[in-house]
């Protein structure tokens, strides 16, 4: 069963899995907490406390939000640091997630600290015109579970996972619940103009994510360049992932976050026996 956090605007889910500094990561848009389930035990084994969030209209998190933009889940990352009263944290957000885990960062920078930023949808890569052309019909309508499954299966144009089928038919189960495609689609549709805004803000550490067959983007390699060149951080190119490395590439993945992490908090440890 999830944890709960309640807040004003709703419930939110999360696993809690491990014992150690705190590692809170985050699904993109219509995925589930469970994206992360290769991951985790890697980095639980590691010795991090790793915490998976459902996002809004998600998983097992309620659909009663009035806010699906990278602002309201940003906060709701800040809600559930605080909650969990073990920080600060690595957050990890995965595409649009991304989004909200800048903000996070931004506004709060005490509870943040590192960023990896997987895939990360931090600014709007296409007009808003465009994003509602796409996702508006491509969410509504009677063929929209098929047409979600259509766009998820390009995520993997060399390394499919081998519960696919399963994940598949766990998520349009919960996609099929009252409200959760409209929630996705509002959420799809929102602007990434509250990330891209709070770039400048970011000073923590930061780790950029991306696989060099990532359908989401035209060039992977140079969104991901300006997105860690613009928050001076790091860049990991994982060879043959799609859009959800932490999914086909769990064992990279982990093992890129895990160096990640250990510099992180070595720096930190020392920082503070400095002081």
Known sequence: MAHRLELPGGTLA??????????????????????YRFSTPLLAAAGYRVVTLDVRGMGETTVSWDDYSVEAIGSDIIALVEALGSGPAH???????????????????????????????????MPAWAAAAIFGPLLS????????????RKAFPTRVPPDAADETLRRNRNLAEPGRFAAFRRMAMASKRASAGRLADVGCPVLVVMGTHDPDFPDPAKEA????DTLRGKLLMIEG??????????????????????????????????S
Do not use: K
Not at 17 to 30: D, E, K, N, Q, Y
Not at 102 to 125: G, I
């Open 14 to 35: 999360y696993d809690d899995t491990g014992i150690g500094p705190l590692a809170v990561c985050v699904p993109g848009m219509g995925d589930l907490r469970s994206t």
């Open 141 to 152: 309508g009677p063929w929209r579970a098929a047409m979600w499954d259509w766009y998820v």
């Open 91 to 125: 957050l990890v957000g995965n595409s649009m997630a991304a989004g909200a885990a800048v903000v996070a960062a931004a506004r709060r920078p005490e509870l943040v600290r590192s960023l990896t930023l997987t895939a990360p949808f931090v600014r709007d890569v």
């Open 241 to 274: 992932a799609g859009h959800y490395p932490q999914t086909d590439s769990p064992d990279v993945f982990a093992a890129g976050l895990l160096e990640f992490f250990d510099s992180v908090d070595t720096r930190r440890s020392a920082a503070v026996h400095a």
């Open 225 to 228: 360049r300006y997105v860690a």
